[in-house]
């Protein structure tokens, strides 16, 4: 986790996230993770049953969701991980920028170029194939390694914090909310306020999210599963 940053994003839109049945709507703080009660995945590496689904068909319709597809794999990061966050990001299909947030997986210049650097560093054969620069960053193929790696670095953080084989829900709350708070997110009782459980973040981020007063880790968690199905419980590393 060194030397990524948490990359909040408090006033981005997530076309993915936005219907608890109160608020809809929410914005990323950036790259967050889930929760722990809703399981952790048993299934490994890249077999059929986790390269399947609607998150992973929506990425697969897009030209560039092959190489993206590839990306992750090459740096041992389920592919539906991959696309269950442009899923919840962007559709996979919105290309929009807010500020300094950019690109279809909604990722602040600092994270994505520290992310991608670490990701060529772990890989450099994947550097022949990237758009240099921060163009890189408007493109989806490219913003995808630097995505992978932050889903990579945050599902080792948790599975060194204890959180075993961390699902795509898990590592939710970090892309999300930060790594800082995705642990406690990943590991809170259901019942548990999200308002209580995140912390260093205003009320007006947590509304922007979709989060009240009353929000409860289990009802955030179930919007994140009813956007993107079965990859809530797909692991988030490969061969984990």
């Known amino acids: ?12 839109s997530e076309v993915g996230l936005g219907s608890f049945s109160m608020p809809t709507g929410t914005t990323s703080i950036m790259p967050g993770s889930g929760t722990g009660a809703t399981g952790s995945g048993s299934g490994t590496g890249t077999d059929a049953a986790s390269l399947s689904g ?70 450099p054969n994947l550097a022949a194939n990237v758009t240099s620069g921060l163009a890189g960053q408007n ?17 080792t953080s948790l599975q060194n914090a204890g959180v075993s084989n961390p699902t795509v829900l898990d590592v939710r709350g970090s892309y999300n909310f930060g790594m800082g708070n995705g642990y406690a ?9 999200m308002s209580n459980v995140v912390t ?28 993107i199905g079965t990859a809530a419980s797909q692991p988030v590393l490969v061969g984990s």
């Open 54 to 123: 609607a998150a992973y068909d929506t990425m697969m319709s897009q030209s560039w969701g092959a190489q993206a597809s590839s990306y992750a794999t090459a740096l041992g990061v389920n592919p539906t991980a991959v696309a269950a966050t442009c899923v919840v990001e962007s559709g996979c299909t919105n290309n929009e920028s807010s500020g300094d947030i950019r690109g279809i997986f909604q990722m602040t210049s600092a994270a994505y170029t520290s992310n991608l650097a670490a990701a060529l560093a772990s890989d």
């Open 185 to 193: 997110i990943a590991t809170a009782d259901g019942s548990a306020l």
């Open 139 to 155: 493109d989806p193929a490219t913003q995808s390694i630097a995505a992978a790696q932050y889903l990579k670095t945050a599902a």
């Open 1 to 12: 986790m060194d030397g990524v940053p948490e990359q909040v994003h408090p006033q981005v």
């Open 200 to 227: 260093n973040l205003s009320a007006s981020t947590l509304a922007a999210n979709g989060i009240t007063s009353t929000t409860t880790v289990q009802q955030w968690r179930d919007s994140v599963t009813a956007k």
